[in-house]
């Protein structure tokens, strides 16, 4: 089918070409009448190319390549990307962005190694070296793609020097001090709950907010859930004696998820649960603990208790050759045995 007038066309290329499909449009005339064409970019298919040349058509950008800014190359990947990456990597596009706003209304084709690494250097101490990593990755997509559409012909992103990794975040675990409060304000602060099944489960927060209640057997006392890595994965988890009463009250929710929101009833996000619900609770509660905190506190109450590292990691969910079998019964009572040390 032909395009409309003014839309422009993709054409391939003569010769043995990596990228043979290339995006045009007109953009005047000769004395005699012969269209004279701007070539957008040159992509490995048809598809690609024409998926493109509508991105232009609905948002037309200066063909001038040489004043294509940086900002205009991040909306049109981010665009790009949309339907096809998860919602993780498109919030990790959108935190980039925050960080790269000194250089975003600099012309790409006059940004250098030297503008990225003031760049990058500025942060450090301001920021986790793991978010300074994503920011390189980011700003590497981006090149990559202004090099697609022949805006540049060099990736300066490849030259950054990342810095040294250094712990920004120092892991604490809840003292039992702090644990006996939680557990004084659990008819008093909502939520209170979940972080005591966190800290006596060595669940993820995110694990915890994915849980269904069809992966709680209260006839056996254990529940199924776990993500990230292998090990991680659908393990089973013993559940805390403590922690059962707990476990059983929330199985009376509407909903399949054993947390959810009280206002209405659904699936709480990890961001609202952190920021709305864990920050608020421990400022309430006068602590001073991230989420993950939790976690920390299991393994290393676990640990003070049991020597039986297969079990420990099991439980926990990392990576241990004695564990890449199957969970059999005998392997569950093992984790429960050690898990129920714990006071």
Same mark, same amino acid.
């Given at each position: 089918?032909?395009?409309?007038?003014?839309?422009?066309?993709?054409?391939?290329?003569?010769?043995?070409?990596?990228?043979?499909?290339?995006?045009?449009?007109?953009?005047?005339y000769?004395d005699?009448?012969?269209?004279?064409?701007?070539?957008?970019?040159?992509?490995?298919?048809?598809?690609?190319?024409?998926?493109q040349?509508?991105?232009?058509?609905?948002?037309?950008?200066?063909?001038?390549?040489?004043?294509?800014?940086?900002?205009?190359i991040?909306?049109?990947?981010? &665009?790009t990307?949309? !339907? *096809?990456? =998860?919602? %993780?990597?498109?919030?990790?596009? @959108?935190?980039?962005? #925050?960080?790269?706003i000194?250089?975003?209304?600099?012309?790409?084709?006059?940004?250098?190694?030297?503008?990225l690494?003031?760049?990058i &250097?500025?942060?450090? !101490? *301001?920021i =986790?070296? %793991?978010t300074?990593?994503?920011? @390189?990755?980011v700003? #590497?997509?981006?090149?990559?793609y202004?090099?697609?559409l022949?805006?540049?012909?060099?990736n300066?992103?490849?030259?950054i020097?990342?810095p040294?990794?250094?712990?920004?975040?120092?892991?604490k675990?809840?003292?039992?001090?702090?644990?006996?409060?939680?557990w004084?304000?659990?008819?008093?602060?909502?939520?209170v709950?979940?972080?005591?099944?966190?800290?006596?489960?060595?669940m993820?927060?995110?694990?915890?907010l994915?849980?269904?209640?069809?992966?709680?057997?209260?006839?056996?006392?254990?529940?199924?859930?776990?993500?990230?890595?292998?090990?991680?994965?659908?393990?089973?988890?013993?559940?805390?004696?403590?922690?059962?009463?707990?476990?059983?009250?929330?199985m009376?929710?509407?909903?399949?998820?054993?947390?959810?929101?009280?206002?209405?009833?659904?699936?709480?996000?990890?961001?609202?649960?952190r920021?709305?619900?864990?920050?608020?609770?421990?400022?309430?509660?006068?602590?001073v603990?991230?989420?993950?905190?939790?976690?920390?506190?299991?393994?290393?109450?676990?640990?003070?208790?049991?020597?039986?590292?297969?079990?420990?990691?099991?439980?926990?969910?990392?990576?241990?050759?004695?564990?890449?079998?199957k969970?059999?019964?005998?392997?569950?009572?093992?984790?429960?045995?050690?898990?129920e040390?714990?006071?």
């Amino acid at each position: 089918m032909k395009n409309p007038n003014g839309y422009g066309s993709v054409v391939k290329l003569s010769g043995k070409r990596r990228r043979p499909f290339a995006t045009r449009v007109t953009v005047g005339y000769t004395d005699e009448g012969k269209q004279v064409y701007r070539y957008l970019g040159y992509y490995e298919t048809r598809k690609e190319a024409m998926y493109q040349l509508s991105l232009y058509s609905a948002n037309p950008y200066d063909i001038n390549l040489s004043k294509i800014t940086l900002h205009e190359i991040y909306t049109r990947y981010v &665009d790009t990307q949309r !339907g *096809k990456v =998860s919602q %993780g990597r498109l919030n990790s596009y @959108k935190t980039s962005y #925050n960080h790269i706003i000194p250089i975003l209304n600099l012309k790409v084709c006059d940004i250098k190694t030297v503008h990225l690494q003031n760049l990058i &250097d500025s942060l450090i !101490g *301001k920021i =986790s070296t %793991g978010t300074i990593k994503m920011i @390189k990755s980011v700003l #590497n997509s981006l090149f990559e793609y202004a090099m697609k559409l022949d805006v540049i012909d060099k990736n300066y992103s490849k030259f950054i020097i990342m810095p040294k990794h250094t712990k920004v975040i120092e892991r604490k675990i809840f003292t039992d001090n702090e644990i006996d409060l939680l557990w004084l304000n659990i008819d008093e602060i909502d939520y209170v709950d979940t972080i005591l099944i966190l800290i006596y489960t060595g669940m993820r927060i995110n694990e915890l907010l994915s849980l269904k209640k069809e992966n709680i057997n209260l006839e056996n006392n254990t529940l199924t859930g776990g993500s990230k890595t292998e090990a991680g994965k659908n393990r089973v988890i013993p559940i805390h004696p403590k922690i059962l009463p707990l476990i059983i009250k929330r199985m009376d929710n509407p909903t399949e998820y054993l947390v959810i929101s009280y206002k209405n009833n659904t699936k709480i996000s990890y961001v609202t649960f952190r920021t709305k619900i864990f920050n608020v609770m421990m400022e309430k509660l006068n602590m001073v603990h991230t989420i993950h905190d939790t976690r920390h506190t299991f393994a290393t109450m676990i640990s003070d208790v049991s020597n039986n590292e297969a079990a420990i990691a099991g439980i926990i969910g990392h990576t241990n050759i004695s564990m890449t079998k199957k969970y059999t019964h005998t392997n569950i009572e093992k984790m429960r045995k050690e898990i129920e040390k714990i006071n």
